[in-house]
């Protein structure tokens, strides 16, 4: 069977819906992509989707690997164009949203290799994982990386902070770790000691794996 | 506290750690507050009046503060002043640091409250090859703008006209409340200082070099090496032999065969009663034990130990050495950061209890203060310790082997049963500088009379105590009761003053050890067992206090009874191994 790109669209709308309510029966009235009549007995026909009451449907096993797979090169698409193509923060879903369709099965584990297996999307989502970052894959060169994957006297600016802990962030934040700022790695053993602007940070190996640079120099 | 000072204008200094607020709040208002080079070297609040031209004031020094949304408790610290204290706010910033200062400028003028700008350490922003425009700095930011080298005086002129100036305006007292963080807001904050820094800083063509000497203390190999020679050298040498050995012998000498007879014959020419004599002369007279204590055996080996430290802090070795033992802290709870807090403990355990603040989480500071508590040795004690076993190297040995053991498997198992999350390292290295004499001296002085001010009342207590349980016969008792521990652990009964001395203060217990032990009244076995239960003791009464104070009295009670009951376990577990292994050393 075909997906169609309007499939794709109501598949990425259904895992949106599934993070946002946590739940797993989603109403229809939810979704920013609304299935039409046609649409969803075909969905349903595929067993991609289920009813699970009135108005409401529910992914299924296979369903939900295609909406990981469409979701994570939709927002792989959206950091590939903020953190390297630099585009415009006000365009990058619509232009994501053209892009994903090219990445499909192959590309989009190259790009995401290229990336340094990103965690989150630019506003924070997280990207499903794929085979590729399981097996921590290194193509090299990347182009952006972890503070931690650069070798000493490498040079990096910073593209993003990608953390969990609302705390840390707030505190690499305020001690000047911004992004745009330049990075240079000066010794990776036994923890990371490196110089931004005019000052120098030693931080440990965690701290560093959340700091992404755009690497500059070999 | 001064109480005329709050009647005066307020002005407070505020920014980030480590750029020289001490080293100003000191110019202006004559008094030492500690300056190292360290992050998180003030961890209070100091306050001091100032004449401004003529103008009183009173200055508030702060911790280090690096957002309004504060992280560690010492930042909390600096925050409640400035949103609770409505003052004139000089916000210190480091020059070479600018840009990443300036978030920091804008959030303070905030605030609502009348703002300075102070570009401390100018003369390294200049010999980096780099500039400021200040006049266009003060317009772009609408606030005014002072250079200073605040160490060598430049600029203080300027900045004590600009507070004079200051202090006539009009002051806004409602309470600054912080608005909601937001990483938008934040970020906002950083556009607008990076367009303000655009058009202000000349900056270097060259970029800053990663020092040989830097290589070398953070390199693990080199790194281990000059940890080694620091402690071999500046504890072992100088404070343990020349200090605690020497410099002991000569004053104790001194004071047994010249200070002590005339106290005595003083005494007996003044005092016709025996029994009020042996308060000032007696076994554990004030005059003949404990002023001998403080003066002969103590006062040599903290000065020693504390002009040492003053020099390696003043380096910014610690930050350094706080990235090359991160990994190895991890394993017992803690982070890198931990390491200046343990490492100044060896100095004094009261102080560095109280630089706990610094830690991020509760986790870590629980650790951290039940660590210090236990098993690291104040400098008085160490030396004594040194100063007793320098003749017997194997049992110095040993006691160092088992205090370290006793430290990373205690540390261990904190790390493993604490709740909380794993702790995170992140910290500001300072540039190495070369430590100023004059505040090595001056940073020296004040502590050791802190710390005189602190133990010469207690050791005078502790007289009059034991002088008055010798008159009523409670002494005779108490020593019987403490003999029963003693001889579980193979000590003698005559040891039982020494643990006795050791509840006011474990140095006091260490100096009557050894008391004992040049009467020749412990073999090499009561030697190791006594000095290893006399370290793991509590402290001293003032590290209690700061203790209920910053983790609350429920903490503090269980810490105590936990560490008292150990450190006697311990002792007793140590006489049966080596009763059963049969060793003598």
Known sequence: ?218 | MDTAGSANPRIILAGSPNVGKSVIFGALTGRYATVSNYPGTTVEVLRGPAKLCGIAAEIVDTPGLYSVYPVTEEERVALNIIREEPGFIVHVIDAKNLERSLPLTLELKETGRPVVVVLNMFDELISLGMNIDTASLSRSLGLPVVATVAVTGQGMDQLEGELSKLVSKELCLEPYRVPPYSEKRLRGLYRMSQEVVAATLIRAPRSKKFTRLDKLIVSPLSGFLILALILYLGLYKFVGAFGAGTLVDLLEGAYETYVSPWFVSAAEWAIPWEWLRSLFVGEFGILTLGLRYAFAIILPIVVLFFLVFAVIEDSGYLPRLAYLLDSLFKRIGLSGRAVIPMVLGLGCVTMATMVVRTLASRRERMIATILLSLTIPCSAQMGVIMGLLSERPLVLVLWAVIICSIFAVSGALLSRFMPGPPPSFIIEVPPMRLPSIRNVLLKTYVRMAWYFKEIVPIFIIASVLIWLGQLTGAFEWIIRVLAVPLDLMGLPASAAPAFLFGFFRRDYGAAGLYDIANAGGLSGNQLLISVVVLTLFLPCIAQLVITIKERGWKTATAISLFILVFAFMTGAALNAAITLAGVTL
């Open chain 1, 1 to 218: 069977m075909q997906i169609t790109e309007q499939m794709e669209e109501i598949l990425e709308a259904l895992w949106v819906a599934r993070e946002e309510k946590n739940t797993d029966c989603l109403k229809l009235a939810w979704l920013r992509e609304m299935p039409d009549t046609r649409m969803l007995k075909e969905l349903i026909d595929e067993r991609i989707v289920e009813r699970c009451g009135a108005e409401e449907i529910k992914m299924t096993t296979r369903g939900a690997q295609l909406a990981s797979d469409a979701v994570r090169r939709h927002r792989l698409a959206e950091r590939l164009l903020t953190d390297v193509l630099a585009v415009r923060k006000e365009m990058i879903h619509e232009t994501a949203c053209q892009f994903e369709h090219h990445l499909h099965r192959g590309i989009d584990q190259n790009v995401c290799t290229l990336l340094g297996h990103p965690k989150t999307c630019p506003h924070g989502r997280p990207i499903p994982p794929g085979r590729c970052c399981e097996e921590g894959v290194r193509i090299a060169p990347q182009a952006v990386s972890p503070v931690s994957h650069l070798k000493p006297g490498q040079t990096g600016q910073v593209a993003y902070l990608s953390t969990t802990d609302p705390k840390r962030a707030q505190l690499m934040l305020s001690m000047g770790i911004v992004p745009g700022t330049h990075v240079k790695l000066l010794s990776n053993f036994p923890s990371l000691f490196f110089e931004l602007g005019e000052s120098q940070f030693a931080v440990d190996k965690e701290m560093a794996k959340e700091i992404y640079v755009r690497i500059e120099s070999a």
